[in-house]
Nanobody, 122 residues
Framework: QVRLLQSGGGSVQPGGSLRLSCSVS????????MAWYRQTPGQLRELSDF??????????SYAESEKGRFTISQDNARTTVYLQMNSLKPEDTAMYYC?????????????WGQGTQVTVSS
């Protein structure tokens, strides 16, 4: 059973920075990507907005509004994935979730972290 445990987040003024972490425990025999999503009030978690993803090879992708401000990374063992968020804006305020997205023969399965609140306000 895979479990994701998030840390980081909090409140910051516009222009500030935060780093989110997501620790992966357990085991899967499937390939997977790690992703960050963010949920605003009224959204279902499963329909939350894509932020960024990173695959086994370290290839990353970002939502257009996050390019150049956010950086996703992972350690070599893929036990922790990070989201470095710089130049934060009030519209970045949301509940952020990490998500392990199974690939290949296991495609369609996923696991979610517990979520962490990010608030950007002056």
């Amino acid at each position: 059973q895979v479990r994701l445990l998030q840390s980081g987040g909090g409140s910051v003024q516009p222009g500030g920075s935060l780093r989110l972490s997501c620790s992966v425990s357990g085991h899967t025999s499937c390939d997977y990507d790690m992703a960050w999503y963010r949920q605003t009030p009224g959204q279902l978690r499963e329909l939350s907005d894509f932020v960024s993803t990173i695959d086994r090879a370290g290839i990353t992708s970002y939502a257009e509004s996050e390019k150049g401000r956010f950086t996703i990374s992972q350690d070599n063992a893929r036990t922790t994935v990070y989201l470095q968020m710089n130049s934060l804006k009030p519209e970045d305020t949301a509940m952020y979730y990490c998500k392990l997205v199974l690939q290949g023969r296991c495609e369609g399965g996923n696991y979610w972290g517990q979520g962490t609140q990010v608030t950007v306000s002056s």
